[in-house]
């Protein structure tokens, strides 16, 4: 999910996506652009920034914009920016904006070694979205969930659970002081992006998109295709065609992932599960789950039952280090099956109650990521039985959306590409590489990499392949041959 998440899980992440945006085809054939001076057109006052750890040339500067921009006179809120400047500016391109799902300036702190090279010709610049300012000061009526989310079964426990998170919803926008729950959608993060670079004072800019910031980055390309240069996209979704199709997508990514925990389960003596077939003790546990939900309790989260469709969410998407996430995770099944369920108590329950709070899903939900109606969530589950259907329940985070009171700002539509240049996009193969490609496809000419390995956002990894790439095509507009894969480092 995204901002509330993000910040909640900083400290343990070490990092967060940035988003980005695009490149005109004829462009690919000519060389690199002339050096441009750094222009300043008085709108930015830059100023020393007075955060810890960072970079002792970055300068921040504020904006001003407003909540709703259909009245741009109406209230307004302030987005922070941080900028490093060129190191080279003799040979300065122009700028590189990084639109981040939430925390850009902590994006472009922390991974300031890691843009070295690309900062030798651009500008750097990154900021804080409009999230933050809502995760600042949302109201308390906001965090308290509006259901115990569950998969319904029928029309009546759909429109039941629409009905309750309806009412959280209108519970929310009400005590909302700033406006912001209503104007969260990426289209209006796109017009914030261009208020920056129009104060930026430039006439085109290259984009770092990452992550959850590919829904503003394609509400950018619908809106202003005429003011990008180049567009990097690093394990983005696709907002344009649909969240449901976007979970099926997803769909062989968790099979492929419970099958390389098994494989490597079987070859790992400290695995619980070591000397069984992981896997199918894993989906047993998910059907058992489904029939006899297991009893646990929480310090944080309190009672609640594991259902295997609540299971599923706790399939780990990284090993992590020294593979610490899959010997828990295994450590977890074995006791779950036991009917010991505390190994899952923490993580599942927050997700459960995460997904059903109004505080976060405000940030989505005008994206379209709400299910219409029963009609939408059973023809998801036809196709997704067909994929993988032991994961064919709603989606957890979609389903929290049900129930959204406001129009949809901005609805999954084909995205117009008439003009635009290609894209160059990097996404992990056990992870995020089939929604980047995805998202790259719906662009002609555009080229996506695959990284043979596990993780998310790459080029904030600090993996050198996709830093060699990405720094490649933002700054000479060359693209690498398709069917170029970079090795997991």
Not at 192 to 204: F, H, K, S
Request: charged share 20%; glycine share 10%.
């Amino acid at each position: 999910m995204n901002a509330i998440r993000a910040r909640n899980q900083s400290k343990r992440r070490g990092r967060r996506a940035w988003p980005v945006i695009a490149v005109t085809a004829a462009m690919l054939a000519m060389t690199a652009p002339a050096a441009s001076a750094s222009p300043d057109d008085g709108r930015l006052g830059w100023r020393q920034c007075g955060s810890d750890g960072a970079p002792s040339d970055m300068r921040c500067a504020s904006i001003e914009v407003p909540v709703d921009w259909a009245e741009p006179e109406g209230q307004k809120i302030t987005l922070d920016l941080a900028r490093l400047p060129a190191t080279d500016p003799a040979r300065r391109i122009g700028t590189v904006l990084g639109i981040s799902s939430g925390y850009g300036i902590q994006d472009l702190t922390r991974s300031a070694a890691d843009l070295t090279e690309l900062r030798r010709r651009f500008d750097l610049v990154g900021y804080d979205t409009r999230t933050t300012t809502w995760v600042a000061r949302m109201p308390q009526a906001c965090m308290r969930p509006g259901a115990s989310l569950h998969d319904p079964r029928s029309p009546k426990e759909f429109a039941a659970l629409a009905a309750a998170m309806n009412d959280a919803f209108e519970q929310c926008r009400q005590a909302d002081p700033t406006g912001l729950s209503a104007h969260l959608d990426a289209l209006s993060i796109a017009r914030d992006t261009e208020a920056i670079r129009e104060a930026l004072g430039e006439e085109r800019l290259s984009f770092l998109v990452g992550g959850t910031g590919g829904s503003a980055a394609a509400a950018y390309v619908r809106l202003f295709p005429q003011r990008i240069r180049a567009m990097y996209l690093d394990g983005v979704n696709n907002q344009p065609e649909g969240w449901p199709a976007q979970r099926l997508l997803a769909l062989p990514v968790m099979r492929g992932m419970a099958t390389r925990f098994a494989d490597w389960c079987a070859a790992t003596p400290a695995c619980a599960l070591h000397g069984e077939d992981a896997e199918a003790v894993w989906l047993g546990l998910l059907r058992d789950a489904d029939r006899h939900p297991i009893p646990v309790t929480s310090s944080q989260y309190g009672e609640g039952k594991l259902t295997g469709w609540l299971l599923t969410s706790a399939l780990p998407l990284d090993p992590g280090p020294q593979n610490a996430g899959w010997l828990a995770f295994a450590d977890a099944v074995d006791k779950a099956r036991r009917g010991d369920g505390s190994g899952f108590a923490d993580q599942v329950l927050f997700t459960a109650r995460f997904a059903a709070t109004p505080a976060a899903l405000v940030m989505s939900c005008g994206d379209d990521r709400g299910y219409t109606g029963y009609a939408q969530l059973q023809d998801f589950r036809r196709k997704a039985r067909k994929i993988a259907p032991e994961y064919a329940g709603a989606a957890i985070d979609a389903l929290g959306c049900t129930g959204w009171p406001l129009p949809v700002a901005n609805p999954s539509r084909p995205l117009p590409t008439r003009g635009l240049p290609p894209f160059l996009g990097v996404g992990t193969t056990w992870v995020d590489h089939t929604s980047t490609k995805s998202f790259t496809a719906m662009i002609p000419g555009s080229v996506t990499i695959p990284y043979d390995g596990p993780g998310h956002v790459m080029y904030l990894s600090g993996k050198k392949c996709p830093i060699r790439h990405a720094t490649r095509y933002l700054t000479d507009l060359t693209l690498p041959e398709p069917g170029t894969v970079c090795p997991a480092e």
